[in-house]
T-cell receptor, first 110, second 113 residues
Framework: DAKTTQPNSMESNEEEPVHLPCNHSTISGTDYIHWYRQLPSQGPEYVIHGLTSNVNNRMASLAIAEDRKSSTLILHRATLRDAAVYYCILQITSYDKVIFGPGTSLSVIP | GAVVSQHPSWVICKSGTSVKIECRSLDFQATTMFWYRQFPKQSLMLMATSNEGSKATYEQGVEKDKFLINHASLTLSTLTVTSAHPEDSSFYIC?????????FGQGTRLTVV
């Protein structure tokens, strides 16, 4: 399975943008890049996904490098509710089992 | 609203008893569901893949006789922890996927005393 690497933890000030990096140098042409996040004591929730082009939705933006070997999840204005563990996952389809790495634990400072 | 509903949210049971956790897909039919376990301060670990109408597929190191999975309909999968022991205390999470994303239940906190 193609793997991803993320920093263990990051901090952000409230209302400032946050850039969460993910490296996936062994990504294959059919892998989609998915981001999920897990708030404390809850199941994970979908954030965003993309293949080659940058993507935006109401929660975040996903910037994908031209060679697809890395990507960045962008939260435009961090709020306290964004404090969570963020997971970068590679999947061919959303029906594939999701194998979670350690993810990045994001702390938001008031 | 929740697309995948998990029940109960938490349960406390005595050592040696069995506990059943339900996972329902509310808005779509799921031929495949997944079960995860998460210990404190750790990531989710995939336990098994639940297949509607057939046997579940267990990940290496997961005891299939201890963690019984039943997926009798397209909207319901159950995980039964048999003869639970304190080391089975954990956060259990199920998931089901639609075309573009995986949906996760809210999790079940199991405490075995």
């Amino acid at each position: 399975d193609a793997k991803t690497t993320q920093p263990n933890s990051m901090e952000s000030n409230e209302e400032e943008p946050v850039h969460l990096p993910c490296n996936h140098s062994t990504i294959s042409g059919t892998d989609y890049i998915h981001w999920y996040r897990q708030l404390p004591s809850q199941g994970p929730e979908y954030v965003i996904h993309g293949l080659t082009s940058n993507v935006n939705n109401r929660m975040a933006s996903l910037a994908i490098a031209e060679d697809r070997k890395s990507s960045t999840l962008i939260l435009h204005r961090a709020t306290l509710r964004d404090a969570a563990v963020y997971y970068c996952i590679l999947q061919i389809t959303s029906y594939d089992k999701v194998i979670f790495g350690p993810g990045t634990s994001l702390s938001v400072i008031p | 609203g929740a697309v995948v509903s998990q029940h109960p949210s938490w349960v406390i049971c005595k050592s040696g008893t069995s506990v059943k956790i339900e996972c329902r897909s509310l808005d779509f039919q799921a031929t495949t569901m997944f079960w995860y376990r998460q210990f404190p301060k750790q990531s989710l670990m995939l336990m098994a893949t639940s297949n509607e109408g057939s046997k579940a597929t267990y990940e290496q190191g997961v005891e299939k006789d201890k963690f019984l999975i039943n997926h009798a309909s397209l909207t319901l999968s159950t995980l039964t922890v048999t003869s639970a022991h304190p080391e089975d205390s954990s956060f259990y999470i199920c998931s089901a996927s639609s075309l573009f994303e995986a949906f996760f239940g809210q999790g079940t906190r199991l405490t075995v005393v």
